[in-house]
């Protein structure tokens, strides 16, 4: 028993130093230990010092370099990726879908007041009234309206049309436009009742809107309204370069609308397309009589014409 009054425990192990291929092993000592002598100097422990989660901010580019022991690599995924069928099918799917959008973008456009020339229009409008004589046969001299002026007005206007027939003459040579063109506006809109008013708020022999008044204009004082609406229809006029069939659905439902394609064109627009552009063509050939008037006249007119003739007192 030791001092400590514990046995001190006797070796159960016996060591034996190995050689390596620089060093020769000692020679070993009695007690069993080794007697290699203590290297001078130790190995330091390696201190890593730790970054702070506020000191991190900026992490470099390659973050395998800041965690060298598991290193990234992508090349396997990216070999694997090009190898397979999905970029083929997502390019397929990219230029059908530019295509698509090419169709969709064009039709959307095909009825836009810009899309089609106005030949076209004028094209589609003349095949869609094509059934009416006076439309189909419309003579050369009437394709461009304001060329064309005369010192009367055709004999197969209304009665309560035909009563302005000097101030019709007038204000068509102030506007340089064919009597017979204002005589058919005059005749469609209101049949020559002066103090005619729409639902829509349009006014006077020629239905014109408020908003071509200024403040303070009698909007049913018959030269008035005529300066206004037939200022506005020697506009129209010359946007559709003098074509009467455009001219008289751009001065019914706006230049936009006449603009666009026949099937976009309001009923009403298509409605006064067709009794204008017959009318005015039936007057313009020197015709005694109009079919395209009758025709209109059955349609409602002759009620409205009725309501002229007791305004100014014809009947």
Same mark, same amino acid.
């Given at each position: 028993?030791?001092?400590s009054?514990?046995?001190?425990?006797?070796p159960s192990h016996s060591?034996?130093e190995?050689?390596?291929?620089f060093t020769?092993a000692?020679?070993?000592r009695?007690?069993?230990y080794? $007697?290699?002598p203590f290297?001078?100097?130790l190995?330091?422990p390696?201190?890593?010092?730790?970054v702070?989660?506020?000191?991190a901010?900026?992490?470099?580019d390659?973050m395998?370099?800041?965690y060298p022991?598991?290193?990234?690599?992508f090349?396997?995924?990216?070999?694997?990726?090009e190898?397979?069928?999905?970029?083929?099918?997502?390019?397929?799917?990219t230029i059908?879908?530019?295509?698509?959008?090419?169709?969709i973008?064009?039709l959307?456009n095909?009825g836009?007041p810009?899309?089609?020339?106005?030949a076209?229009v004028q094209?589609?409008?003349?095949?869609?009234?094509?059934?009416?004589? $006076?439309?189909?046969?419309?003579?050369p001299?009437?394709?461009t309206?304001?060329?064309h002026?005369?010192?009367?007005?055709?004999?197969?206007?209304?009665?309560s049309?035909?009563?302005?027939?000097p101030?019709?003459?007038?204000?068509?040579?102030?506007h340089?436009?064919?009597?017979?063109?204002?005589?058919?506006?005059m005749?469609i809109?209101?049949?020559?009742d002066?103090a005619?008013?729409?639902?829509?708020g349009?006014?006077?022999?020629?239905?014109?809107?408020?908003?071509h008044f200024?403040?303070g204009?009698?909007?049913t004082?018959?030269?008035?309204?005529a300066?206004r609406g037939?200022?506005?229809?020697a506009?129209?006029?010359?946007?559709f370069d003098?074509?009467?069939?455009l001219?008289?659905a751009?001065y019914?439902?706006?230049?936009?609308?006449?603009?666009?394609?026949?099937?976009?064109?309001?009923?009403?627009?298509q409605?006064?397309?067709?009794?204008?552009?017959?009318?005015?063509?039936?007057?313009s050939a020197g015709?005694?009589?109009?079919?395209?008037?009758?025709?209109?006249?059955?349609?409602g007119?002759?009620?409205l014409?009725?309501?002229a003739?007791?305004?100014?007192?014809l009947?």
């Open positions: 028993m030791s001092n009054g514990y046995n001190d425990p006797a060591y034996r190995v050689g390596t291929p020769a000692p020679a070993p009695a007690d069993g080794s $007697a290699a290297p001078a100097t190995p330091q390696r201190w890593v010092e730790p702070w989660a506020e000191e901010d900026d992490e470099p390659n395998a370099s800041y022991e598991y290193p990234v690599d090349s396997n995924f990216r070999n694997s990726f190898q397979s069928a999905h970029p083929r099918l997502i390019v397929a799917l059908a879908c530019v295509f698509m959008g090419i169709g973008w064009g959307l095909m836009s810009d899309s089609l020339p106005l076209q094209h589609a409008a003349n095949a869609a009234v094509a059934p009416a004589p $006076a439309v189909a046969a419309m003579p001299q009437v394709q309206a304001a060329a002026t005369g010192t009367a007005i055709a004999p197969f206007f209304a009665p049309v035909r009563y302005w027939e101030k019709i003459i007038e204000w068509a040579t102030n340089g436009l064919d009597p017979n063109m204002v005589a058919t506006v005749q809109e209101s049949c020559g002066p005619a008013v729409s639902v829509a349009a006014q006077g022999l020629f239905q014109v809107m408020p908003f200024e403040q204009e009698a909007m004082d018959p030269d008035m309204n300066y037939m200022k506005f229809l506009e129209v006029l010359v946007m003098g074509n009467p069939g001219s008289f751009g019914n439902g706006g230049p936009g609308t006449a603009r666009k394609a026949w099937d976009n064109w309001p009923n009403e627009t409605r006064y397309y067709r009794w204008g552009l017959g009318i005015y063509t039936e007057a015709h005694t009589t109009s079919e395209t008037l009758n025709q209109w006249m059955t349609a007119g002759a009620s014409c009725r309501q003739s007791e305004r100014l007192g009947e």
